[in-house]
């Protein structure tokens, strides 16, 4: 197989990249949307799929020509098929269908939550690799949970979280402390300030048997104890000890279902490497970290966390799922035929976002031109924004970590 286009658009997150047959990384970008959605508190999903249909089209121009490879010349183009925000996964899945139907190239539909768990496999990522079976702690603002990567196509789900998950925890208690949104950087800024032993929130959770998790009342406690100080702003010093606390309650229930479901893999896979993966977003959180590398030690594990750009939302994980998934690979023929019926229900929906999807993926189908017809349906006012961060083709991936 050729090289692969990836796409990601499931949240906030834009991202495209290009890797190789190898899986080297020959481009990627990835452009965040903080400023649009922060007056907000949060995402607001038909902002992000607006901001997704503006920016998508010249990003990934921009990561072909880094990569030096022709859209012909493509073994094929993934796309994030979910779960995610559906307005985002219908423009992100749209543009990758469209520049498969364009070049006669496959269309692969890649889980994200499938993406996230083979990232640790990425050539040259971990030393000494990441051999099937692993364990697998997923900790983002969307999902919570533990799992064994048993193989691609093959995971157990040992456990996860029955209310919130940790991330969304982190940005509900900084939005209560008045630190804006995304409000897991900023809690931990703030956190490195307080006395951790101020407040004995709640673990819950704590020292019972499974692999669950729960962050509810956790989040409660803290909402009580912020009250407790009255209306209006908390001085910077109880605000920090609040945080400071807050996440190092967080940090002792991951680390204590980390260690649960580490007593549970070892006792179901004796036999293999005791290798304990974390990814997503709250896992560039130093604490947490500590926390869970000392459980790992305490297990007898080697503990593997990718780099902060790949633990969150990114297209190389796509791209990089994409060739070992054949399941979800539709040829150019077959997808011309889906994109009929597909044009055909996003007209029947009526919502104006559905409309133009079913719009772009007409003209796309009939023109093989997909850019030109984006550029020219997309809405005035939206700004179009540039990418964050490009790296250029040859420069090699960066295995170390920034935490």
């Known amino acids: 197989m050729g090289p692969v286009l990836g796409i990601e658009s499931s949240c906030d997150d834009t991202a495209a990249a290009v890797l190789d047959a190898d899986g080297n990384v020959l481009a990627e970008s990835i452009a965040g949307q903080e400023g649009a959605h922060a007056p907000y508190g949060g995402v607001v999903p038909e902002i992000a799929a607006r901001a997704h249909l503006a920016l998508l089209p010249d990003m990934v121009r921009a990561v072909m020509a880094h990569a030096g490879v022709a859209f012909t010349a493509l073994g094929g183009v993934a796309g994030t098929a979910g779960p995610g925000l559906i307005g985002g996964l219908i423009v992100g899945t749209g543009v990758a269908k469209g520049i498969a139907l364009a070049a006669g190239i496959p269309y692969i539909g890649v889980n994200h939550l499938e993406a996230h768990a083979l990232t640790a496999r990425l050539p040259g990522l971990l030393e000494g690799g990441a051999p099937f079976p692993y364990l697998l702690l997923l900790v983002s603002g969307g999902h919570c949970q533990a799992v064994v990567v048993a193989g691609v196509g093959r995971y157990h789900r040992l456990g996860g979280t029955v209310d919130d998950a940790a991330g969304e925890a982190f940005d509900k208690v900084a939005k209560l402390l008045g630190l804006g949104w995304p409000g897991g950087p900023a809690l931990e800024r703030l956190a490195a300030e307080g006395d951790p032993k ?36 908390l001085p910077r010093a109880v605000a920090a000890d609040i945080a400071a606390s807050f996440q190092r309650a967080v940090a002792d229930v991951l680390a204590d279902r980390a260690a649960n479901a580490m007593a549970l893999f070892t006792e179901r896979f004796p036999d293999a490497a005791r290798l304990l993966v974390v990814s997503g977003g709250v896992a560039a959180n130093r604490a947490i970290g500590v926390a869970l590398a000392r459980a790992a030690a305490a297990h007898g594990f080697r503990l593997a966390v990718p780099p902060p750009r790949l633990c969150t939302d990114n297209a190389v994980m796509i791209a990089w799922a994409a060739p070992r998934n054949r399941s979800t690979r539709c040829s150019a023929r077959s997808l011309a035929a889906l994109v009929e019926r597909s044009t055909a229900r996003c007209f029947q929906a009526g919502s104006s976002l559905a409309m133009l999807t079913g719009g772009i993926l007409l003209a796309v189908t009939y023109s093989r031109r997909p850019f030109p017809i984006f550029r020219m349906m997309l809405p005035k006012r939206i700004t179009r924004g540039r990418p964050r961060r490009t790296r250029q083709a040859g420069r090699p991936l960066n295995t170390a970590s920034r935490r």
């Open 198 to 233: 101020r407040h004995a929130f709640p673990r819950p959770m704590l020292g019972r048997p499974g692999c669950d998790f729960s962050f509810s009342g956790l989040k409660t406690a803290v909402a009580r104890e912020a009250s407790r100080h009255g209306p209006g702003g």
